[in-house]
């Protein structure tokens, strides 16, 4: 393969043959010792992700690691279109086999050493028989990563393995060929602690083997869970549609995905997946978005509408336009996300890295001082040698490495069934510190669309007849404030009837002529022109649209003003319900809009919002987060628009709504696929929830080991209840981690609703 030289490459490599996170540790320095390299190695998904310059190809890396002693593969190249795809390859029977050979031959010798009534004549020679292929060919993989670490002059978890069970097994041929142990009719019972003899009648088959089986039951049971861990981001990756069926010279052809091109027209039937994203040229239907975004209830889309891929139609036939297709779409960037997320590394896992980093050596020290001890105070050589055992076997660290990355995986994972993508896992440290959060009014807290609010006809106009006028007359214009009165018309009254001489005044308003009747919609001061002046009451209703933060038009026909329409950008139905649970996070909310200060007011105070901040320009956003952090606060900023792209860059946390443009998306730390805030509270309960598994497993690996050292060193415990005492730990860490498989976000409350279209630009003035 020739190797990409072009400068600030990146790649992600496959590392074979990593045992534990010494291993992870090893590669990552050996790799970042090239100048302008810069690896990040994740023991959990074996990769490792390596940024490397110009004058560095990828034959280098893969020496680099192969010197290190272990193997490094690129990601293989895509299938070649129509071809059938290769099974899978079962990546844990190798092991599995082991496993099972392990037990059964083990579970004899560990029976006939516990109990004296098995122990016939001779049975120490079939104890042999059995323990040998467990320890030779069980432990084959710990004895082989041994030998290579040592000829790089490296020790790993597999060294201290390697060692304890040979120097076990070791001790027993010597006892049974040179010693008292081979002689018919030996005995010995089985002991948790150690006792003082000679040695020369003591075995330790049992240890060997026992110790062996239980490692790789625990690797096993491991690799198993990590598979599962990793499930969430592969169950992604799988969303998508297989092929599909495109419009092309007035007929449908079904085509593999992969054929599919920007602009092409494709068909999606009611119960099918849409194959890519794209917008909705024809038909309309609800679509279902619950296994991209975690939304429940269906969206239902017509022409002009915006659907993602991997969404299912639920509802009628559509014809959609494909906007992005391959690795742009939302599906594509949602997986790469989180596995980016999955590859990186928190502060404490590095510390928790360069701890593994030097504690084999400690603990082979620690080994020798302790049968230095036993032998120096009068203990057996077999009393001195067993507790040196002990702890070689006890202190690998195995779940000192799986502590991180498998909570990553987890939590990373299911956040993405749940439509929340954590970029990385700097950004959970992040979500245990903020005590602000500084929303966005227009498309977060709000839904960015215009709507009518009420019609305030003058003395004896009938309200349905004005809107109905007015309707007809702002149908013909493309103002977001004309769309939402056209639209409430068209709801309310019917099919909205045509218009004859139709004339837009830029900033003032439209008139024209519909049925006979000249009418004007717009501000006071355009029907003023045509000697139409408010009423009284239509006067009152004007003030008090404004006083609320709402925009007022006015309609009048046949030469009066007859109502006044008030407009306003809704609040999303969900949003108080939102607030409210981000306070019970801790969290102060802050309102921070562009809008002036009494609309921003109205919304703050229909949501629980108590500070505001108004009539900020777009540029001036990062500003006021940065004022607010000088004022001693963590903050947290939520937003959807390319004016929040800064705010959310400056902010210690940023969480951009999924349906907003792409410039947040790539500023912020956290990404909410549905646009509904209530799902900012989920993401930061995920956050904190996931922290908090990594910080209990580092704290169980790091306890478990400080606490089992002593009693090894001191003879309480035997290499295999060492060996089952290791196992456990890596097994209890993994399975800790998968509990937050089961994390769920808050139950909806009665505000419920279907989410939100992409928010439009803020209207201006008319």
């Not at 050493?113 to 016939?120: R, S």
């Not at 084999?360 to 620690?366: G, H, M, T, Y």
């Not at 035997?718 to 800790?736: D, E």
Request: negative net charge; contains cysteine.
């Amino acid at each position: 393969m020739s190797a990409d030289t072009a400068p600030d490459s990146r790649i992600e490599l496959s590392i074979g043959g990593m045992t534990c996170a010494s291993c992870a540790a090893r590669v990552e320095k050996r790799l970042n010792k090239i100048d302008g390299v810069t690896a990040t190695v994740n023991y959990a998904t074996e990769k490792a992700r390596v940024e490397y310059p110009a004058g560095v190809t990828l034959d280098d890396l893969i020496a680099t690691v192969e010197k290190a002693g272990y193997t490094a593969e690129p990601p293989p190249p895509p299938e070649p279109e129509g071809a059938p795809a290769a099974p899978a390859p079962d990546e844990l029977a190798p092991l599995r086999n082991r496993l099972v050979t392990a037990v059964v031959l083990a579970v004899p010798v560990i029976a006939m050493a516990m109990v004296p009534a098995l122990q016939f004549t001779n049975w120490q020679w079939l104890s042999l028989t059995l323990a040998a292929p467990v320890v030779v060919y069980g432990g084959w993989p710990f004895h082989r990563a041994a030998w290579t670490n040592l000829r790089h002059g490296a020790a790993t978890m597999d060294t201290l393995v390697s060692v304890g069970t040979l120097a076990a097994f070791g001790w027993s041929l010597w006892a049974l060929f040179l010693g008292d142990a081979g002689e018919p009719g030996m005995r010995h019972g089985f002991e948790f602690t150690m006792t003082r003899s000679d040695g020369s009648s003591n075995i330790y088959l049992e240890a060997a083997a026992g110790v062996v089986a239980f490692i790789l039951a625990g690797r096993y049971f491991e690799a198993r869970s990590k598979r599962r861990a990793g499930s969430a981001l592969r169950a992604l990756l799988e969303l998508g549609a297989k092929d599909v069926a495109v419009v092309r010279n007035g007929r449908e052809q079904r085509v593999p995905i992969d054929a599919l091109a920007v602009g092409d027209v494709f068909v999606v039937r009611p119960g099918e997946k849409i194959a890519t994203d794209g917008v909705v040229a024809e038909g309309s239907s609800a679509v279902d978005a619950s296994l991209l975004t975690g939304e429940s209830v269906p969206a239902e889309v017509g022409p002009g509408d915006a659907v993602a891929g991997a969404t299912v139609n639920a509802g009628g036939r559509l014809l959609v336009r494909a906007t992005r297709v391959g690795a742009d779409t939302q599906l594509a960037q949602m997986a790469r996300l989180v596995e980016d997320a999955q590859n990186g590394k928190a502060r404490v896992q590095r510390l928790a890295d360069r701890i593994s980093g030097v504690f084999v050596p400690v603990v082979i020290a620690l080994a020798v001082a302790t049968l230095g001890f036993w032998l120096g105070t009068g203990g057996s050589v077999a009393a001195a040698f067993t507790a040196a055992v002990a702890v070689l076997i006890i202190a690998c660290p195995c779940a000192l490495g799986l502590a991180t990355p498998t909570a990553l995986l987890v939590g990373t994972g299911r956040g993405a069934q749940l439509g929340i993508l954590i970029k990385g896992p700097e950004v959970l440290e992040s979500t245990r510190r903020i005590d602000t959060v500084v929303l966005d009014k227009t498309g977060t807290v709000t839904t960015g669309t215009m709507a009518l609010i009420d019609v305030v006809p003058a003395e004896g106009v009938d309200a349905d007849e004005a809107l109905r006028l007015a309707g007809a007359l702002e149908d013909a214009s493309e103002h977001p404030i004309a769309r939402a009165v056209a639209r409430a018309a068209a709801e309310r009254t019917g099919p909205l009837a045509p218009v004859a001489d139709f004339q837009a005044i830029d900033g003032l308003g439209v008139q024209g002529v519909i049925n006979g009747h000249g009418v004007i919609v717009g501000r006071p001061a355009l029907l003023a022109e045509w000697s139409q002046h408010l009423p009284p009451e239509l006067e009152r209703a004007m003030t008090a649209a404004r006083a609320a933060g709402r925009t007022a038009v006015a309609v009048g026909w046949d030469g009066a003003a007859r109502a006044i329409l008030t407009v306003a950008d809704q609040v999303k139905p969900t949003s108080a319900e939102a607030v409210a649970r981000l306070r019970a996070l801790g969290l102060r909310p802050v309102l921070l809009t562009g809008d002036n200060e009494a609309v921003a007011r109205a919304v703050a105070a229909e949501v629980g919002i108590e500070e505001v901040i108004a009539d900020v320009l777009p540029q001036e956003k990062a500003d006021v987060v940065a004022r607010l952090q000088a004022e001693g606060r963590t903050v947290a900023m939520v937003g959807d628009g390319v004016n929040d792209a800064a705010a959310l860059a400056r902010a210690d946390l940023g969480l951009a709504m999924g349906t907003g443009t792409d410039a947040a998306i790539e500023a912020s730390d956290l990404t909410l696929v549905r646009g509904d805030l209530r799902a900012a509270a989920d993401a930061i309960r995920l956050s904190r929830r996931t922290l908090g598994t990594i910080k209990g497993n580092l704290f169980w690996a790091f306890a478990y080991n400080v606490a089992a050292l002593p009693l090894a060193a001191t003879g309480l415990l035997t290499p295999m209840i060492a060996g089952a005492a290791m196992a456990f730990s890596s097994v209890f860490v993994v399975s800790n981690s998968l509990r937050l498989r089961r994390f769920a976000p808050l139950a909806d409350g009665p505000g419920a609703a279907a989410p939100a279209r992409a928010p439009e630009r803020e209207p201006a003035a008319r």
